[in-house]
């Protein structure tokens, strides 16, 4: 079974860092495709930030440069770096596996404010 918790997130001002954390369970983090995304209020849910097995990463336009995905084998956990926050990146943070589905974690609350 497949679980997926992150955490991490909070109340931070504009300029400021948070780390958010997604700690697995039935996957093997390195082995599969892992990505971050959020969704802001009446907003769909976008991409921020993937990495492949083979350790290649892919980041939303809006991110490059300030958010950093990662990963650590030993503790099967996934991680989003995020620098130089602006209040439109609040929004609730979701962790996700691409296995044969899509694995969902419950979602991390982000609020940057000006």
């Known amino acids: 079974q497949v679980q997926l918790v992150e955490t991490g997130g909070g109340l931070v001002q504009a300029g400021g860092a948070l780390r958010l954390s997604c700690a697995a369970s039935?996957?093997?983090?390195?082995?599969?495709?892992m990505g971050w995304y959020r969704q802001a209020p009446g907003k769909q849910r976008e991409l921020v930030a993937q990495?492949?097995?083979?350790?290649?990463?892919n980041y939303a336009d809006s991110v490059k440069g300030r958010f950093t995905i990662s990963r650590d084998g030993a503790k099967n956990t996934v991680y989003l770096q995020m620098n130089s926050l602006k209040p439109e990146d609040t929004a609730v943070y979701y962790c996700?596996?691409?296995?044969?589905?899509?694995?969902w974690g419950q979602g991390t609350q982000v609020t940057v404010s000006s």
């Open positions: 990495i492949s097995s083979a350790g290649s990463t």
């Open positions: 996700n596996a691409k296995l044969r589905y899509d694995y």
């Open positions: 039935g996957i093997i983090v390195s082995a599969n495709g």
